[in-house]
């Protein structure tokens, strides 16, 4: 007899997270407030984890499951959604078996035997178009294609086989100027080896440099950032236990007796220019930017006085008790031989999942976007808009018993001043089980939503994902760069 489908009853399932397993398609979303703007033209893409089936070991983390993946088509004035699994190796195998085959978090140690050497890949936390492809990604393995229409699974993208390293990072840098995605990975020769792999890819999606050094252990890097002229990747003290994962334990340890070590080096550097910092125990997932002021390199971050992933236990098995983040800035002064940095803190509340005006990544920017909380996290979540000229913060709070996703900013034109154009916003209508996608000015974001789009279903739980305008999709090529490219051909500097 074939054991019935049941996921057990735990914490990471309850509530909003309960699974929803459901692949959907709706022409033409409910506009139940005010009206889309006819100049958001283009696609919100998002990708988050919907678990396929229950977890062989009957406990999980909710940064785990099999990634399903979002759209929602901008299209003069109507939005049209989609989901889908990434049917990748995982995927298919666990359909065919009618069961999880993949164990424990990351530990293939764990899984079942038939599946001994697949890849184990989830395809569950972002999506990013470049290159003309739209990559679904997820930090343990490489990107899947995804055809950016119907969101259909193409294939696993090695970059026609440039990319040695085993996995890529889920957060990318795109530069719009010059159409160049910057990405790396971690543990980039398998699992608890300490290699780090870097790579510019060009605007045509071909490996233009790489550079590969060793980590100080074999870590954990959820992100990292980039400037116009140099890249920074944080060693949090996490890190692979070979003994441990053979044992059956927990993929990442957390080390609170160790320091935070940075390195940065030139975007185009060589193994010898990677310059090592190091500070205070700390840890961060999300990035916000960095940016260079003359010889200073100022990385903003939501950065934890402590273990940002507390199911991440300690060596002796302690889970930590979790700390809230707040958005902080860490300087790396280039010029001075010290390998020390200061950090002061920006925001006056705990915040998450920061992004920009995707268009002043690694530059000089003033707004920053993210989820704020307050000092219970029960009582939901907000959108967050710092000026950084200010210091102000502005908040938009949905209703109570709401909670908000990731924001995506889209620009009114290519040309749009910073900060000017929209802010694209999934509400977790936590009461009523389904969500909304409120669509806000990003200059006025405490008046509420321009438009407010009603799903009659839920989009569990996607963690990031960004807004490629139509224009794009249609040419091959991002309008920022094209400007960009036109501006250099005719000698402005634009
Ligand atoms: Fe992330």
């Known amino acids: 007899m074939a054991e019935p489908i049941r996921f057990p009853d735990i914490p990471v399932y309850a509530g909003w997270g309960a699974p929803v397993r459901l692949e959907s398609e709706l022409r033409d979303l409910e506009v139940v407030q005010g009206k889309v703007p006819e100049d958001l033209n283009g696609t919100l893409y998002r990708c988050g984890p919907d678990p396929?089936?229950?977890?062989?070991?009957?406990?999980?983390?909710?940064?785990?499951?099999?990634?399903?993946?979002?759209?929602?088509?901008?299209?003069?004035?109507?939005?049209?959604?989609?989901?889908?699994?990434?049917?990748?190796?995982?995927?298919?195998?666990?359909?065919?078996?009618?069961r999880s085959l993949f164990g424990r978090y990351r530990n293939r140690y764990t899984d079942d035997a038939s599946v001994a050497g697949k890849n184990r890949g989830t395809a569950n936390t972002n999506a990013i178009w470049h290159g003309g492809k739209l990559l679904i990604l997820k930090?343990?393995?490489?990107?899947?294609e995804v055809d950016p229409d119907t969101?259909?699974?193409?294939?696993?993208?090695?970059?026609?086989?440039?990319?040695?390293?085993?996995?890529?990072?889920?957060?990318?840098?795109?530069?719009?100027?010059?159409?160049?995605?910057?990405?790396?990975?971690?543990?980039?020769?398998?699992?608890?080896t300490t290699d780090v792999a870097f790579y510019v890819v060009d605007k045509h999606g071909k490996i233009a440099h790489e550079?590969?050094?060793?980590?100080?252990?074999?870590?954990?890097?959820?992100?990292?950032?980039v400037t116009e002229t140099h890249v920074v990747i944080p060693f949090f003290p996490f890190e692979t236990d070979l003994g441990v994962i053979k044992g059956g334990g927990p993929f990442y340890q957390w080390h609170p007796e160790r320091q935070t070590v940075v390195a940065?080096?030139?975007?185009?550097?060589?193994?010898?220019?990677?310059?090592?910092?190091?500070?205070?125990?700390?840890?961060?997932?999300?990035?916000?930017?960095?940016?260079?002021?003359?010889?200073?390199?100022?990385?903003?971050?939501?950065?934890y006085q402590g273990n940002c992933f507390p199911f991440f236990p300690t060596p002796e098995g302690k889970e930590t008790e979790p700390v809230p983040p707040f958005l902080s800035r860490m300087t790396f002064d280039l010029a001075s031989n010290s390998d020390g940095y200061e950090t002061k803190q920006l925001s006056p509340m705990p915040c998450e999942m920061p992004r920009t005006d995707d268009r002043y990544q690694?530059?000089?920017?003033?707004?920053?976007?993210?989820?704020?909380?307050?000092?219970?996290?029960?009582?939901?979540?907000?959108?967050?808009?710092?000026d950084h000229a200010s210091g102000k913060l502005k908040l938009w709070n949905p209703e109570e018993a709401s909670g908000i996703q990731e924001p995506c900013f889209a620009p009114r034109r290519p040309d749009a001043p910073e900060g000017d154009g929209y802010l694209l916003v999934l509400v977790n209508r936590i009461k009523e089980m389904r969500n909304d996608l409120a669509v806000l000015d990003a200059q006025k974001i405490e008046a509420g939503p321009v438009a407010l789009i009603r799903l009659p279903t839920r989009v569990r739980m996607t963690f990031h994902g960004m807004?490629?305008?139509?224009?794009?999709?249609?040419?091959?090529?991002?309008?920022?760069?094209?400007?960009?490219?036109?501006?250099?051909?005719?000698?402005?500097?634009?």
Not at 139 to 144: A, G, K, N, V, Y
Not at 157 to 174: E, I, N, Q, R
Not at 474 to 490: C, F, L, N, S, W
């Open 52 to 98: 396929q089936y229950p977890p062989m070991r009957g406990d999980s983390i909710f940064i785990d499951g099999e990634g399903i993946a979002s759209m929602f088509r901008f299209d003069h004035g109507h939005v049209d959604f989609r989901t889908r699994y990434i049917r990748n190796e995982r995927f298919t195998l666990q359909e065919k078996a009618r």
């Open 264 to 303: 940065v080096f030139p975007r185009r550097g060589r193994p010898d220019e990677v310059r090592w910092f190091r500070g205070p125990t700390t840890s961060a997932g999300h990035m916000m930017n960095a940016t260079m002021e003359g010889s200073k390199l100022h990385l903003d971050l939501c950065l």
């Open 362 to 386: 690694g530059r000089a920017y003033r707004h920053g976007y993210m989820i704020c909380f307050g000092p219970d996290r029960a009582g939901g979540s907000m959108l967050g808009h710092l």
């Open 151 to 192: 969101l259909e699974t193409i294939r696993e993208w090695d970059y026609d086989g440039a990319v040695k390293a085993v996995s890529m990072t889920a957060h990318p840098k795109l530069d719009l100027d010059t159409g160049e995605l910057l990405t790396f990975s971690y543990q980039a020769k398998g699992d608890a």
């Open 467 to 494: 807004w490629v305008p139509a224009q794009a999709l249609e040419t091959g090529i991002y309008p920022v760069t094209a400007m960009h490219e036109a501006a250099a051909r005719a000698g402005v500097h634009a």
């Open 211 to 225: 550079l590969w050094f060793n980590a100080p252990w074999a870590p954990m890097v959820h992100d990292f950032a």
């Open 139 to 144: 930090e343990d393995s490489l990107p899947w």
